[in-house]
Structures are given as structure tokens and as C-alpha cells.
């Protein structure tokens, strides 16, 4: 299996990212069909061109009749989601996902395959400030990561698949990375500077300081406006992940801070240069 | 006095910021001369139109004939000219700085004024991540905040005419703060988050992990690229500032971790509820 113009693809949510993904592959020809549970965003998507079809109930011939899945749900909903419908995906079906933790949902998904099915797990790094179908746009893939996470009980016609998919989507860079090691990797790179951004924007009382503040605070606290009930989600599914970086953010932290108490120049611009040094090769 | 075509600027130090007053200067017909240490850097500010003439010793009868002297010099390096050439400036001459700290900077200045000379200090919060006269460019204060900071001794007219150069300059938002509230605001929004940018940069082993990271990330380490003579410098003479929101900032951060130890879900979205409505303030 290949995807072709042929393959019959199901979006379960129509989100931001849900959407999104359905407009990628509306734009191209695919055939996308969707489940959600509002018939607005169902509405909306048809009137859009996201989407060919949509229910608000999960009709067991639209789940049968598709050859590629993607779950556009947050993780206990997913898991959910396969527990009490699973068992209509057709033998031969591909499932994936766009869950931003994957050890605690990627065993979880596999122990409820009907036989037959085979799930692939993948993480798009792309997102925005906004939410649902009505802020759906394929741009936001365009200078973004997409992660395959397979484990060992995934084909290698599957992996192929799902990065074929993140090719047709638009993504900047399509790679591979274990569960484990994704959610190491996120836990620093996302997990943990969103915590900071929270921190930052929570632990001064900054009103009537807009007028004095620059690009550097704005930047740090752009992801401070955040989706509580999706983030508080990720992260305690990665918790240990999550607080061993908080950790070692903390134990550097610190270290600067005693450099500071000290008046001890030459250890502050030591541990200035190492960060300047790191950074350089983050330049796009 | 108010700022005219016949006032005569000095700019002392052609940095980045000091070159890029005076390109702004120069650009609308001011009469721009500089006294800076590299007479590179003297060449090419003739050469590309950003001042008339300039010398690399600081010679008497140049600094005598000017109306207005900013100084866009190391704090140290300021205090310093001032100890040995301050006396070659004329009664009646108004001096400025672009200094980024300034409780441990004004008071030191103030008492190395010669009779007649004022000083009104102010911080263009601007900047870029590359340095020298060759990167100047009066882009960088076109979304920038200037903050004037007068004491006690300065006249109304001098504060008036630091604004005035504000405005010229093409600042965003012109604004005053005394240099306590100063220190204090500027110790948050910016020190802070240097800090909080460099430490994220050198807690993790990040080699390798440039392509699987997002504008977060990059968002957050920006500033970790930071010019370790200037910024040490400015960190130790705002010291007791920074310090106290550096252990606000850990109060607050070590907070959500608990809250991730204990699985506390309310906690950890009540706080995130807060970040966000104290960032939406902050939307551009």
C-alpha cells in the first residue's frame, strides 16, 4: 500500500491540527472524509472543501470503509475512542496519530488493535495560538517537523507510509525517533519551555508593563497563552520526562544565580559563551 | 534649547547602537560627529553618510563645541571617559547615555558633571544580536521603547529634550520611569529572561536536536546568544534587582513542579489560566 488518490482517508477530530490535516490533503485531491462531535465543524469543513463527508456519531460503514486513520484527539479521548469503536476498523487499515506524548498512548493504542490493524505513531510539531477547525490552515506544516515514533511491532511498509504522509502534508523535515527517546527529546525541547514561559508570565505581577516591553519578553512568553486542558494532559503523561528537565533547568539556573551572588564575572560570562556557542547552531 | 538642524550632536562610541543613533540623526540633517576608538570604525561612519567627522582620541575643542553628547558606551568604560575628558565639556552642554542600568550609573555621573553640565539618562530598549558601527541601523528602534530616567537634579527642559530625541530617533513609545523603577522593571523583563534564555540553552546536551525543534524552543533561546563583556557587566550593577526576580521566577517554577509531582491537575491549569490571561495583555 501506497497512499494514493485512491486511499480513503478519516480524520477523527476536526481541530485545529484535525483540520488542518484535512485541508492539506482536500488541497491535493485525497479523498477525506471526517468524525467529529460537533456538526458545526462538520458544516464548516464541507463548506470549506476540508472534507468530502462527516458524522457527528461514529458511523461504523464511514470507520469500515477507510483505509487510513488519523486521530486528531486529545490522548484519553483517543483512547477512549478506540475502546468503544475500534472494533469497526476494517483488517488491512492503517491508524495514526498526532498526540504530542507518545510512551503512555502508543502501547495503550496497540494492546486495543483489532487483528489486522496496524498503528503507526506520528507527531507534528506544528501548532498555533488558536484553536479549532474554523483556524485550520495547512501553512502552519510548512516550516515544521513531523516525527514517526514506531516500535517494534510496526511494518516498514507502515513507517514508509506515514512519512509519505508528512511529505504530502507539507512538512519541513520528516524524521524517525522512538517513543522513548521523542518523549525525552519533547520533554526538553517543548514540555519544558512552556513551563518556563508559564513561569515567567505568572510570577511577577506585570500589569502596566507593556509599554516598556521589548522583543525578548514577548518572545519568551508567546506560548504562555496556552491550552490548559490539552497542555496539563501532555504533560503529566511525560511527567517524568518533564520534571527531570525542569531539574536540570533549575540546577543551572541556580548555578548562574550564585555566580551572580558571588560578583563572580569570569563563571557568568563562562556560562555565556557556552550558551551563545550552543545557540549558534539553532540558527535557521 | 530644543533639539534644531544647528545643534551640534556628538556621538561618543560607534557601536551598534551609537552608529545607529547616529544614522537616525544624520538621515533627517542633523550635524552628527563621533569620537570612538577605531578609526575603522571612524571611516566607515564618514563613508556611509552617518556622521560629518570624527576623531578616535577625544579632542578638547570637539567635545567643547557640542551642544548634546550621548554616550553609547560599556557603563564602566563611561564613568571612566568622564573621570578623564568630562572637564573639556562646555556650561550649558546637555549629556545622555544609552546605558542599560542606571541607579549605579546616573548618581556616579552626576557627580562627575562640571558646573553648567547636565546629564538626563535614557535607555533605548534596542538591540540586535550582532554587533559594531557596520551592523547600524535605525530599523531597530522602529518597534522599540525609549525610556528617559531623570533624578531629582534634572531641569524640565532637560527631560524635554531627551524626549525630543526619542521622537527623533523613531521610537515606538517614548516613556519615563525613575532610574529605581527603572532598574527594577528592566531587572524583570529583560535581565530575567536573559537569564532564563542562557540557563535553557546549557542545562541539556542540545547537539543533534536542531531538527527536531520548533519555534519554541528557538523563541525561547533567541537571547541566549548574548555578548558576555556587556550583559555580565550589566547583570552585577543591577544585581539585588535581578536576584530577587530570579528567586521569584524559582518560587513560581518550583510551584508547578510540585504540582506535576502530585499529579495536581486543578493546580497546574489554574496556573496556566493565569499565563494566559496575563499574555493576552501583552498581544501586539
Redesign the interface.
Known amino acids: 500500500m501506497k497512499l494514493t488518490k485512491e486511499t480513503n482517508f478519516l480524520i477523527v477530530g476536526l481541530g485545529l491540527i484535525g483540520g488542518s490535516y484535512a485541508m492539506a490533503l482536500s488541497k491535493q485531491g485525497y479523498k477525506v472524509r471526517a468524525i467529529t462531535t460537533s456538526q458545526k465543524s462538520i458544516d464548516y469543513a464541507i463548506e470549506h472543501n476540508l472534507i468530502e463527508a462527516g458524522t457527528i456519531t461514529p458511523d461504523p460503514q464511514l470507520i469500515t470503509d477507510s483505509d487510513l486513520i488519523v486521530f486528531a484527539l486529545y490522548p484519553h479521548t483517543f483512547v477512549e475512542w478506540m475502546q468503544q469503536y475500534g472494533q469497526y476498523i476494517s483488517k488491512g487499515t492503517l491508524i495514526t496519530d498526532v498526540t504530542g506524548v507518545k510512551v503512555s498512548i502508543i502501547y495503550k493504542i496497540e494492546s486495543l488493535l483489532p487483528e489486522g490493524v496496524e498503528f503507526i505513531a506520528a507527531h507534528p ?2 501548532g498555533r495560538e488558536v484553536y479549532g477547525v474554523e483556524n485550520a490552515t495547512d501553512e502552519i506544516f510548512k ?3 513531523y ?1 514517526v515514533t514506531p516500535t517494534e511491532r510496526n511494518s516498514p511498509q507502515a513507517i514508509e507510509i506515514c512519512e509519505q504522509l508528512g511529505q504530502i502534508l507539507g512538512f519541513a ?1 520528516v ?1 524517525k ?1 522512538s517513543p522513548e527517546k521523542h518523549d525525552d ?2 520533554g ?3 514540555q ?13 505581577d ?2 502596566n ?18 491550552n ?2 490539552m ?3 501532555l ?2 503523561l511525560n ?1 517524568n520526562n ?2 527531570k ?10 548555578k ?2 550564585q555566580a ?2 558571588n ?1 563572580d ?1 569570569a563563571t ?2 563562562k ?6 556557542e ?5 540558527d ?1
Open positions: 510539531m506544528a516550516d515544521a517537523n516525527i523535515s524524521s525517533l527529546t519533547i526538553f525541547l517543548s519544558l519551555t512552556h513551563c518556563i514561559a508559564i513561569s515567567l508570565m505568572t510570577c511577577n506585570s500589569s508593563l507593556e509599554k516598556y516591553t521589548g522583543d525578548s519578553f514577548r518572545d519568551l512568553t508567546r506560548i504562555a497563552k496556552i490548559d486542558a497542555w496539563s494532559e504533560f503529566l511527567k518533564l520534571i528537565h525542569m531539574e536540570n533547568f533549575e540546577t543551572e539556573f541556580g548562574l544565580k551572580l551572588q560578583d564575572i557568568i560570562r556560562i555565556m559563551r557556552k550558551s551563545t550552543r545557540r549558534l547552531k539553532f535557521k
